[in-house]
């Protein structure tokens, strides 16, 4: 059983950068695929970002250019770095890690995703 917290949310105004970390506990996050989401009131969880078991890195259009998804392997941490925010940044910012173990493929569904943390708020003001 993994268990995931994220740190590092907060308000602050577009144009500027940010930090999220995610600290998991309870299994190595090597072996996995790690994810950030985010869901804006009234709205559906969506992808943001993804590393692989391998290190590979996939984005949401979004957020291509501006953010980076990266990882500790021996401090069990994943990160996302978050520059040039802009106000429909604005949601909360889930951690999450799929559930295949040393899956090696390219399909990364949100339903693959069972462990998730509680969620930071990022608030980018105009």
């Known amino acids: 059983q993994v268990k995931l917290v994220e740190s590092g949310g907060g308000l602050v105004q577009a144009g500027d950068s940010l930090i999220l970390s995610c600290a998991a506990s309870?299994?190595?996050?090597?072996?996995?695929?790690m994810g950030w989401y985010r869901q804006a009131p009234g709205k559906q969880r969506d992808l943001v970002a993804i590393?692989?078991?391998?290190?590979?890195?996939m984005y949401a259009d979004s957020v291509k250019g501006r953010f980076t998804i990266s990882r500790d392997i021996p401090k069990n941490m994943v990160y996302l770095r978050m520059n040039s925010l802009k106000p429909e940044d604005t949601a909360v910012y889930y951690c999450?890690?799929?559930?295949?173990?040393?899956?090696?493929?390219?399909?990364?569904?949100?339903?693959?995703?069972?462990?998730w943390g509680q969620g930071t708020q990022v608030t980018v003001s105009s």
């Open positions: 309870g299994a190595t996050i090597g072996w996995y695929a």
């Open positions: 590393i692989t078991g391998a290190g590979s890195t």
């Open positions: 999450a890690r799929d559930r295949r173990r040393f899956y090696g493929g390219s399909d990364y569904p949100i339903e693959s995703f069972d462990s």
